[in-house]
């Protein structure tokens, strides 16, 4: 398989990127704590991506503030003690299901950039009474964490949404162990597109003209020296655009890399691939 190199934001559009993402989630925000669609849809509150019971379990306006395109914990096998970084938390619904699985002697980190969404977040996490979580402001291209510090990295269709992704590759390889892992949902291209043309198909903040494409993908996260890479699609949310589960893990010192990359570009039927409700008017097929 042939990979493509990654090309760097320059400074100027990524200040410009940072903007347009942060002025839509920070109404996105304000939308979800006042209940936008609870009452106004026959349907359960918030992205069907997550079970009736998930759901449940949490404050409303968490739910209300997902914008995601999966549910990344149906693939991050998260156990007991662990601390886990979601990249882009917004309101809180992944580190807050997160916490609860990673137990009392784990933590769950959120990582966002919108002041907005981090208020929201924390009003969440204090609704919930969780304990073992966190939220921090920051950019996902410049992680505020120490090297080696988190066992697991998710994310829900935020990587689409980066200025500067080769610096956020660098930034997980670096926050993982040795031995950690990640488990995203995101927006991949088909490889057959180039970036105009999924810019033809919807806008940065749509999560769509941001998207990567399957191997600009695997050469991002090779190029920082994750392994056991994989990708699989879900289902399609735009012309030559799926949304996908990527996982990857940071090897051990002195381990060499297993297997090669998988790509399955098929649309298999799993869990998590199931309609997103759109009933706020969210999204132009990706994730918002």
């Given at each position: 398989m042939t990979t493509t190199a990654l090309a760097p934001q320059t400074t100027d559009s990524t200040e410009a990127i940072h903007e347009e993402v942060r002025a839509r989630y920070a109404a996105a925000a304000v939308t979800a704590q006042s209940g936008c669609c609870a009452a106004d849809s026959d349907e359960a509150p918030g992205p069907t991506f997550y079970s009736a019971l998930e759901r449940s379990e949490l404050p409303d306006a968490a739910v209300l503030a997902s914008?995601?395109?999966?549910?990344?914990?149906?693939?991050?096998?998260?156990?007991?003690?662990?601390?886990v970084l979601d990249l882009g938390s917004g309101g809180g619904i992944d580190v807050l299901l997160s916490a609860k699985r990673v137990g009392p002697t784990g933590r769950a980190i959120g990582l966002d950039m919108t002041d907005e969404m981090l208020a929201l977040a924390q009003r969440n996490a204090a609704q919930a009474g969780a304990t073992n979580v966190e939220f921090v402001r920051g950019h996902i291209e410049d992680i505020p964490l120490p090297a080696e510090s988190v066992d697991v990295?998710?994310?829900?269709?935020?990587?689409?949404?980066?200025?500067?992704?080769?610096?956020?590759?660098?930034?997980?390889?670096?926050?993982?162990?040795?031995?950690?892992?990640?488990?995203?949902?995101?927006?991949?291209?088909?490889?057959?597109?180039?970036?105009?043309?999924?810019?033809?198909?919807?806008?940065?903040?749509?999560?769509?003209?941001?998207a990567l494409s399957y191997s600009e993908f695997v050469a991002g996260l090779e190029s920082v020296g994750l392994t056991d890479i994989s990708l699989t699609a879900t289902h399609a949310v735009a012309d030559g655009l799926d949304s996908a589960i990527i996982k990857a893990t940071k090897p051990l010192h002195g381990v060499a890399m297993t297997a090669p990359p998988m790509i399955d570009a098929s649309r298999r039927e799993l869990p998590l691939a199931q309609k997103a409700n759109s009933s706020c008017g969210c999204g132009e097929g990706g994730c918002c």
């Open positions: 914008l995601g395109c999966g549910n990344p914990l149906a693939v991050a096998d998260l156990h007991e003690g662990e601390r990295v998710i994310s829900n269709c935020v990587i689409n949404l980066a200025a500067d992704k080769p610096a956020v590759f660098r930034e997980i390889a670096r926050v993982l162990k040795p031995g950690g892992r990640l488990g995203f949902t995101d927006i991949v291209a088909e490889d057959r597109l180039s970036p105009a043309e999924r810019g033809e198909r919807g806008s940065y903040v749509g999560c769509i003209a941001g």
